[in-house]
């Protein structure tokens, strides 16, 4: 089906994620650990070298796709799980995750910042500085505010 497909990325400011399938049919996710982002990163750009020479910010542009099976083979942890009608999936601050529709749905996203965020999303803005990347939101005025 065209656009049933979500490619590998992580939730902008390492953020967590909230999904919910309202009805409809299954939604099929793949995720990483947060722990093993930088693994699954150097597994991207082993496999797809001319792609990131060309873009070096691939990974934030949610166009990537790399089976799971070549992940694996590559030593990054991959876990699957099947969303039906009426479940939550929630990700993990620098979880990657991928994943497609298996037919028509309807599903709806938040992201959220729990108290236990605050240092995930320190991590993000200092690796935002390095790789000179734009934040979407002020960590100074949630703090402050």
Known sequence: MCFSSFCWHVEDH???SLNYLHWGDPKIW??????????????????LPGLFDEQPGLLHELVTQLSPSVLKSEGVPVYRVVQHSGE???TFPRAYHAGFNCGFNCAEAV???????????QCAVELYSKQNRKTSL???KLLLK
Do not use: C, Q
């Not at 793949?30 to 496999?47: C, D, F, N």
């Not at 992201?111 to 999303?121: C, M, Q, R, T, Y």
């Open 88 to 90: 939550f999936v929630l």
């Open 138 to 140: 002020s960590h100074d």
């Open 14 to 16: 390492h953020l967590y």
């Open 30 to 47: 793949y995720g990483i650990p947060g722990t093993h982002a930088s693994a699954l990163e150097a597994a991207m750009r082993k496999h």
């Open 111 to 121: 992201n959220v910042a729990p108290i236990d965020w605050l240092e995930h999303g």
